[in-house]
Every structure is written in C-alpha cells, then in structure tokens.
C-alpha cells in the first residue's frame, strides 16, 4: 500500500456551479468553501500531513473586478472566523504565492500563519496569488544570486514548497484537464485524478475513494 502524505487539489468548477444553482458565479464561490472546510474534515479523519490548496492564480488576476473584490472578501471573512478554530484543531496554515493584497488581508494571513505556526496535525498550504512558473524563475534568480549549484536538490531548497514532500495525489474537480499552472515542478511523479464534479459538489466520500484508488496504484517512479 502507497504511503500517503501530500494531497494537492486544482479546486475548480465554483463558476459554473453557481450559474447553475444560484444564476451567479459568486454563489458558487461561496458554495465552494462548504467543501473546503469538509476536505479539511476528511484529511484529518485520515491523518494525511500536507493539503495543499489552489485558491487563486497569478493568471486569475484576469477575471471582472467584481468577482475577483467577493473571492477576496470571502477569504478575509473565512479568516477571521475560523482562524482561531483551526489552531485549536492544530492545524498549521500556510501560504503559497505572493502576499500582495489589500491590507487588512495580508494582516489576517500573517496572523493565522504566525499563530498557527507550530501546529503539527495537518499542514494546508493556500495557494494564493500563485503561478507555478513565476515560483520557478524566482527560484532560479536566487540560485544564481547565491552562486549555488543548479542541481534539483539547490532548486527545490529556493522554491516556496521547500520543507514540504512533493504531491502523492493532484485532484482536481470541475471536469477540465489541465494543470493551469500549478506546482508544475513538484506534481512531476503525483498521481494525477480528474474528477467531473464541480468542486461545490466533490464530498468526502469522493475523496476517499480517490484516497482508496491510490494506495493501491503501482508507482514506477521510471522503474518496472
Ligand atoms: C475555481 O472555480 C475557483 C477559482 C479559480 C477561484 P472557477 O471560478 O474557475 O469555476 P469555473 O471553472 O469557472 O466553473
Ligand atoms: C485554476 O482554475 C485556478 C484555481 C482553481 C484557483 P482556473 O479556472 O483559473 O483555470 P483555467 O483558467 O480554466 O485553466
Ligand atoms: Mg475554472
């Protein structure tokens, strides 16, 4: 049976949900934070160490100010409710990609990493404002910067994941198949899972079963 430590989810499919349901994309986002907060239930009940989460790309900064203003606003309330609840859950939260928001966010985000940092049940990693490209030419600069060794062990001390074992498992939902810049560097030996519901609609009981269908996957890393 394959170790698990690192689930990676592609969280997509929120705008179409809520044009379904609810006529608008937002309702969608709002819908999409139930799942979140089941996910985070689920990994726990199965003792997995590292979720991580996409939540906004550097790409995503390309959508109407309107709902890029709600995504955003839902994460300032999100943080401020339930920062407190996760570190008494023990769990650790932190962010991936470039913290540039508007003040009272980035405040909220470096309170809840600062607070929750010693946690040890489980490590989620909000990825957020990040492009897996834009994390690899940074990566490079300081490299080269501290004129050390270009070999992929160098590379991946200077990378925001470092500390943190590559994805055992990628989900993403919404039923599209592409990785959308994400992690590029660290899914290259992650089993890879395309789920066609939309994330508002992907429960427990669909991540468990992905969880069942990897531990029994013969993992070659090239070998036979
Ligand atoms: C993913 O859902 C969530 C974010 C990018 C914030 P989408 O908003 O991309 O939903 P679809 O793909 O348009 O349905
Ligand atoms: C990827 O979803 C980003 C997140 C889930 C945060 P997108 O919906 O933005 O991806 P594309 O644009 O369809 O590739
Ligand atoms: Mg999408």
Redesign the pocket.
């Known amino acids: 049976m394959n170790p698990l430590n690192h689930i990676a989810i592609?969280?997509?499919g929120n705008?179409r949900w809520g044009l379904k349901n609810r006529k608008s994309r937002n309702a969608g986002h709002k819908a999409g934070l139930k799942s979140v907060e089941n996910i985070i239930k689920a990994s726990i009940k199965k003792n997995i160490k590292f979720l991580t989460l996409?939540?906004?790309?550097t790409?995503?900064w390309r959508r109407p100010k309107k709902e890029i203003n709600y995504l955003f606003k839902l994460l300032e309330n999100f943080l401020s409710k339930k920062t407190l609840q996760l570190h008494k859950q023990n769990i650790k939260l932190k962010i991936i990609g470039k913290k540039s928001f508007s003040t009272k966010l980035n405040k909220l985000l470096k309170f809840a990493e600062k607070k929750t940092s010693s946690n040890k049940k489980l490590q989620i990693n909000l990825?957020l404002n990040y492009g897996s490209k834009s994390e690899l030419i940074n990566a490079i600069k300081s490299l080269v910067k501290q004129k050390g060794k270009i070999n992929e062990k160098n590379l991946t001390k200077y990378l925001e994941t470092k500390d943190i074992p590559d994805p055992d498992i990628l989900i993403r939902t919404?039923n599209?198949t592409?990785l959308?810049n994400?992690l590029l560097w660290q899914l290259a030996y992650s089993e890879i899972f395309f789920e066609k519901k939309l994330w508002p609609d992907f429960n427990q009981d669909d991540f468990n079963k992905i969880i069942q269908k990897y531990k029994f996957t013969k993992r070659n890393y090239g070998g036979v």
């Open positions: 592609i969280m997509d705008g996409y939540a906004f790309s790409e995503n990825a919404g599209t592409r959308s994400f």
